[in-house]
């Protein structure tokens, strides 16, 4: 067959673009951005004051021993830790974070400020002798263990400029050796980001490259077929747009932020798929736990023996983790989890050092011991009183308004909701076990938001007499039922800026009185929003070819099912061969009752149009990183039969709306 330069084929596979999430569950994919517009503009009210007070009242916050662990081993901090990418451009700037100081004031929780001071101590710090992190620089920790002749780095942060700049600060204050190994513990991105960053100090190409089983295949293909509203609701976990200050963003709970630079991997050459697998790495030996379907889908922890020390990864830390994050993830099992801390708490009972891939160290046999037992019980206790609960009838809000922590787990800052919380980490379990559907008939096929919104306000008397009524209960300190009756105003009319000025004051306070991070961050990101409207900073997804280049082909065709309009694609039936050349890899797209398919390409398929295209440039075009010069002109593509369909073909699928409105009604 004639083979033609597609032109109009390059501007129609735009389309297919993809829009990979970042950061995952250590729940980490959103971008940094410079301190940018208004946050709340009302200060703290009076029953705020009074809430953040009741809060100081029951825990010990003036207790320092967390800021002697945070400080113990310092050797360095830089004057100026600031990274730029290759553009100059500010990806990561720990002086945003310089108001975190002193007692915390009226508009931030004074649990959730104390853990922004504690992640706000930076540097390189001496764990043991022979165990090095590097902290603050990065929403993750970077840790270094002393090899025979080199360095075995764990987990080199997010992005490639942070783990360069990091790795660089450390060799002016260590050894100068080159990198001897390097371990992933788990597949969530600020654990491998940065990977790029140190490739130049690795001693050879053929260093170990360690990480758990399914690292490569978690860490390539998590997200990507709901990564656009992921990411989109990713950027109000972590307060993307908000300003870095007192009545803006303070931290994550789990660190600060993730620095958006350039993100890497490579392909492991070692995995750990059993508990109790035994390697000797430059010299060092190492006894690793395999913990999937935790923290991550893919995760391991390890014990060093010589040191005693166990590095927990992100399977424990010092705070309640997420069951379920708010950016959109399946959730996580609970039980299994609290079963694996346990299983590393009888594994490695001779530890006397704990470390993590967050947050700061433990010492002391017994004092890691019980920061296990804790965190163990803390999942255990939300997993056994939520089904205990729903057992009786409750559902899985009634379940999160009730259950409590009991006071030895409470008042223990390592347990306390700084990133997860008690009320969605139960409404989590409730989810895995019942699903969506409570019971009750009339949430089984409710009207939606957009058609009973008007209803509700007229039930209340009109717009004007709702928002009267809900500025009562707003100056009655009644925040939550105030943003519950002015959601229905705004979605039933989404121009009313009066009704949606007031919904954003309920969410200012209630951001305030917030203790997670990400509650903090989705409330006052949401009053922002109501505000100012939606932001316009997208995803540069670019940042993301490497990680892409090692992403299984059929993970774009999977994306790809998903944003058929199917609609458009009644009674078709075209079949499309994909080939790429330089991996002798050939996939078959086909339409069938509106549902397209793909498999592997056998011989005797028939395809209606053949696109032959190189790896590189496939992902390319995938990014928009391909030009029309990269595509017209390129012998890296043609096409084999019907130039036509295979436009028609790809006109069917469409590119997601990336920023499309949270807190107001979407209009397709």
């Known amino acids: 067959m004639r083979s033609v330069r597609p032109f109009r084929i390059f501007r129609q596979t735009s389309v297919i673009a993809i829009s990979l999430a970042i950061l995952a569950g250590c729940d980490n994919n959103q971008q940094n951005s410079a301190?940018?517009?208004?946050?709340?503009?009302?200060?703290?009210?009076?029953?705020?004051?009074?809430?953040?007070?009741?809060?100081?009242?029951?825990?010990?916050?003036?207790?320092?021993q967390d800021f002697r662990q945070a400080n113990r081993g310092l050797i360095a901090k830089p004057e100026s830790l600031e990274v730029r990418n290759d553009q100059g451009e500010i990806i990561w700037r720990i002086a945003d974070y310089d108001?975190?100081?002193?007692?915390?004031?009226?508009?931030?929780?004074?649990?959730?400020?104390?853990?922004?001071?504690?992640?706000?101590?930076?540097?390189?710090?001496?764990?043991?002798?022979?165990?090095?992190?590097?902290?603050?620089?990065?929403?993750?920790?970077?840790?270094?263990?002393?090899?025979?002749?080199?360095?075995?780095?764990?987990?080199p942060l997010t992005a490639k400029e942070t783990a360069k700049v990091a790795m660089d600060f450390a060799m002016q204050h260590l050894s100068e050796k080159p990198i001897s190994a390097i371990l992933f513990t788990h597949s969530?991105?600020?654990?491998?980001?940065?990977?790029?960053?140190?490739?130049?100090?690795?001693?050879?190409?053929?260093?170990?490259?360690?990480?758990?089983?399914?690292?490569?295949e978690e860490a390539t293909s998590e997200n990507i077929i709901a990564g656009?509203?992921?990411?989109?609701r990713a950027s109000f976990m972590y307060g993307r747009e908000l300003e870095r200050n007192e009545t803006g963003h303070v931290g994550s709970g789990l660190g600060k932020s993730p620095a958006f630079g350039t993100f890497g991997v490579v392909?492991?050459?070692?995995?750990?798929?059993?508990?109790?697998?035994e390697l000797t790495i430059d010299g060092v030996p190492?006894?690793?736990?395999?913990?999937?379907?935790?923290?991550?889908?893919?995760?391991?922890?390890?014990?060093?023996?010589?040191?005693?020390?166990?590095?927990?990864?992100?399977?424990?830390?010092?705070?309640?983790?997420?069951?379920?994050?708010?950016?959109?993830?399946?959730?996580?099992?609970?039980?299994?989890?609290?079963?694996?801390?346990?299983?590393?708490?009888?594994?490695?009972?001779?530890?006397?050092?704990?470390?993590?891939?967050?947050?700061?160290?433990?010492?002391?046999?017994?004092?890691?011991?019980?920061?296990?037992?804790?965190?163990?019980?803390?999942?255990?206790?939300?997993?056994?009183?939520?089904?205990?609960?729903?057992?009786?009838?409750?559902?899985?809000?009634?379940?999160?308004?009730?259950?409590?922590?009991?006071?030895?787990?409470?008042?223990?800052?390592?347990?306390?909701?700084?990133?997860?919380?008690?009320?969605?980490?139960?409404?989590?379990?409730?989810?895995?076990?019942?699903?969506?559907y409570d019971a009750n008939p009339a949430h089984l096929d409710p009207l939606p938001a957009s058609q009973s919104a008007s209803r509700y306000v007229e039930l209340a008397g009109g717009a004007q007499a709702l928002l009267t009524n809900a500025q009562k209960s707003v100056d009655n300190g009644e925040y939550r039922w105030a943003a519950e009756i002015l959601n229905h105003l705004v979605y039933a009319q989404p121009d009313n800026q009066a009704a949606k000025d007031l919904l954003a004051e309920a969410y200012d306070q209630l951001g305030f009185q917030a203790e997670s991070g990400p509650w903090r961050d989705v409330y006052l990101s949401a009053a922002k929003e109501l505000r100012q409207g939606t932001s316009q900073n997208g995803l540069d997804i670019t940042k993301m070819k490497d990680v892409m280049m090692h992403s299984p082909v059929s993970n774009f065709f999977d994306s790809m099912s998903v944003r058929l309009k199917a609609e458009d694609a009644v009674d078709?039936?075209?079949?499309?061969?994909?080939?790429?050349?330089?991996?002798?890899?050939?996939?078959?797209?086909?339409?069938?009752?509106?549902?397209?398919?793909?498999?592997?390409?056998?011989?005797?398929?028939?395809?209606d149009a053949t696109l032959n295209v190189e790896h590189e440039l496939f992902v390319d075009m995938l990014l928009g990183a391909a030009g029309i010069k990269e595509t017209l002109f390129s012998d890296r593509l043609t096409i084999d039969g019907s130039a036509l369909d295979l436009v028609r073909f790809f006109t069917l699928f469409e590119k997601p709306q990336n920023n499309f409105p949270i807190v107001t009604p979407v209009q397709l």
């Open 572 to 607: 078709k039936n075209w079949r499309i061969a994909i080939n790429f050349p330089d991996l002798k890899e050939a996939h078959l797209l086909w339409l069938e009752n509106s549902v397209m398919h793909h498999r592997a390409l056998r011989t005797n398929d028939k395809a």
């Open 188 to 216: 969530h991105i600020d654990h491998f980001g940065g990977v790029l960053g140190l490739i130049d100090r690795a001693a050879n190409e053929d260093i170990p490259i360690i990480a758990p089983d399914g690292f490569l």
């Open 35 to 64: 301190n940018v517009s208004l946050t709340a503009n009302n200060p703290a009210s009076h029953f705020t004051l009074a809430a953040n007070q009741a809060v100081a009242s029951r825990l010990p916050i003036a207790d320092q």
């Open 286 to 436: 190492f006894i690793f736990q395999y913990t999937p379907e935790s923290e991550a889908p893919a995760e391991m922890t390890f014990y060093l023996p010589k040191h005693k020390a166990f590095c927990g990864a992100e399977l424990v830390s010092r705070n309640m983790h997420n069951l379920y994050t708010l950016r959109g993830a399946k959730v996580r099992d609970a039980r299994k989890w609290s079963a694996y801390i346990n299983e590393a708490k009888d594994l490695f009972a001779d530890a006397d050092t704990y470390f993590a891939s967050h947050h700061w160290p433990i010492w002391g046999q017994e004092k890691v011991q019980t920061f296990l037992s804790q965190q163990r019980d803390t999942y255990k206790y939300i997993h056994d009183q939520t089904v205990r609960y729903l057992n009786n009838g409750l559902n899985g809000g009634e379940i999160a308004e009730r259950i409590q922590l009991p006071e030895t787990l409470a008042t223990n800052f390592s347990n306390r909701g700084y990133y997860g919380t008690l009320k969605h980490n139960s409404r989590a379990v409730y989810q895995a076990y019942m699903g969506w």
């Open 99 to 155: 108001f975190v100081q002193g007692d915390a004031p009226a508009s931030v929780n004074p649990s959730l400020w104390r853990q922004a001071k504690l992640n706000n101590i930076h540097g390189l710090f001496e764990v043991q002798p022979g165990i090095y992190q590097l902290r603050g620089f990065d929403l993750s920790n970077m840790t270094l263990i002393e090899g025979k002749s080199g360095w075995i780095v764990i987990d």
């Open 228 to 232: 656009t509203a992921m990411s989109r």
């Open 267 to 277: 392909e492991p050459n070692t995995l750990i798929s059993k508990t109790g697998s």
